[in-house]
């Protein structure tokens, strides 16, 4: 499985931007897509996750701005990212697993996301 991300710009507080994320490759039914990110000097934390099925997670600290989303016919998932704050700058990661994994064991390449005051 492969995954390319892409989107990533920069902008400044108060703007948008949407990461795309498609996945190649042999890839499960039934599985959980997400997008993470990690800021310089800091880990790597969720952002959202969204499964095969549509349920769907959110960080509290991106509720309400951020929304993910999937289209399985382009085995494509979406962060439309809005209202962004300096705090959002980090490079984002989107990353897959199939169900019973305990840990995502595909990952894209990363697209960096900064958000100027």
């Known amino acids: 499985v492969q995954l390319q991300a892409s989107g990533g710009g920069s902008v400044q507080a108060g703007g948008s931007l949407r990461l795309s994320c498609a996945a190649s490759g042999r890839t499960s039914s039934y599985h959980f897509m997400g997008w993470f990110r990690q800021a310089p000097g800091q880990e790597r934390e969720v952002v959202s996750i969204?499964?095969?099925?549509?349920?769907?997670n959110y960080s509290d600290s991106v509720k309400g701005r951020f929304t993910i989303s999937r289209d399985n016919n382009k085995m494509t998932v979406y962060l439309q990212m809005n209202s962004l704050k300096p705090e959002d700058t980090a490079l984002y990661y989107c990353a897959m697993k199939n169900w019973g994994r305990s840990s995502y064991d595909y990952w894209g390449q990363g697209t960096l996301v900064t958000v100027s005051s």
């Open positions: 969204i499964s095969w099925s549509g349920v769907i």
